[in-house]
């Protein structure tokens, strides 16, 4: 039983090797999607990218336009709403996941770059075959879409691989959550990960709506590892998610927005990456562990600062201890000030110098 607490307390789940949960360093994934726009040259550098910023993993998505949608022009495949970035507006959907999608005969050759660079990569599948596709591939672990947390065909799929899952659970409520993670669970699947995710896809977020709180409620409530996927522009959020107890955060990634692509909006670039990770590591080494007292040699030393008992008059042997000729001062080389009142109304043992620390030897019993 007293494992299983301790199960629920720190949840952690194993990645390629690499431990992730409250206790070990943030998970710190960089999310390719579609900002290779294409090119499998730019899919290269931005994996280098990756590297160089100090990031721990990179992301892909496995799916095709055939595997996502339908070829069709009828109003409910047109992309709308007023809040979607301008890459997105007015195409069909089957037109953007062309657009958007990573050719499959790229990715285990990208595997291969990433792993080269001490990178860990994975990805989300979007249906059964991509689940195949990259069982061949053997990714270390997958990754679920907050849109596909109610597509329990996929969830089983991917559970029976039993490697650890990270799911994004987006704007599902809470007994669509349940449901993913009892899914999950029933299907052999015993590592796993929500992540809170914000998906105004805005680059000017509403900070007010970012409900950081909720990742500490998904680890405590389901005994799972948490952590944030990212979808605003801008590093300020996925800061402040660790901060709030997030072990893995997710954030997409550019090699330059000025170059368009369906995600450009809400991305980050290269020197944007690599200060998030920066920023992340320096927090964590302030988290530190807990501890009480001086830190290190300049704090013992200025302990002395303190206060202590000093006399502050010439005493003779057999005076009296007073408020007139003994004083709490700094620094603190005496007796201390809690012990004022024990001494106050005793004598002096011996001739005792104006400036001297007292010291028990000089009070009499």
Not at 163 to 182: C, D, H, R, T
């Amino acid at each position: 039983m007293k494992g299983r607490i301790n199960q629920i307390k720190n949840p952690e789940v194993a990645i390629d090797g690499r431990e992730v949960g409250l206790r070990h360093p943030a998970f710190i994934v960089a999310e390719l999607s579609g900002n290779h726009l294409g090119s499998y040259k730019t899919a290269v550098k931005l994996i280098k990218a990756t590297a160089k910023a100090g990031a721990d993993a990179v992301k892909l998505q496995t799916y095709t336009p055939d595997t996502m949608t339908l070829d069709s022009k009828k109003p409910w495949f047109i992309v709308g709403g007023k809040d979607n970035p301008g890459e997105w507006k007015g195409k069909t959907l089957y037109e953007l996941y062309k657009n958007a999608h990573t050719p499959w005969e790229w990715q285990p050759k990208l595997k291969k770059i990433a792993e080269g660079l001490g990178l860990i990569l994975f990805s989300t599948p979007f249906d059964e075959t991509a689940v195949d596709f990259l069982e061949k591939m053997n990714v270390p672990c997958y990754k679920i879409s907050s849109y596909e947390v109610t597509d329990i065909p996929l969830l089983e799929r991917v559970a029976r691989t039993r490697k650890p899952v990270i799911l994004s659970v987006g704007f599902a409520n809470l007994s669509e959550i349940k449901q993913a993670v009892e899914t999950l669970r029933k299907n052999g699947c015993s590592q796993i990960a929500l992540l809170h995710c914000a998906t105004a896809y805005s680059d000017t977020p509403d900070l007010g709506k970012m409900n950081l709180q909720t990742i500490k409620r998904l680890r405590t409530r389901f005994g799972v590892v948490s952590g944030f996927s990212d979808n605003n522009a801008g590093i300020e959020i996925p800061l402040y998610s660790v901060a709030m107890g997030a072990s893995i955060v997710e954030k997409h990634f550019i090699l330059d927005r000025d170059k368009g692509g369906p995600d450009a909006q809400f991305s980050i670039e290269p020197a944007e990456l690599a200060q998030l990770v920066k920023t992340i590591r320096n927090f964590e080494k302030t988290k530190g562990k807990v501890h009480y007292g001086p830190a290190d040699s300049k704090e013992r030393y200025n302990k002395r600062f303190r206060r202590s008992i000093f006399v502050v008059t010439d005493i003779k042997k057999g005076d009296v201890f007073t408020t007139d000729n003994i004083r709490v001062i700094r620094p603190a080389l005496g007796l201390s000030p809690s012990l004022l009142g024990e001494v106050i109304g005793k004598r002096a043992t011996q001739d005792i110098k104006k400036g001297t620390p007292l010291n028990s030897k000089m009070v009499s019993k």
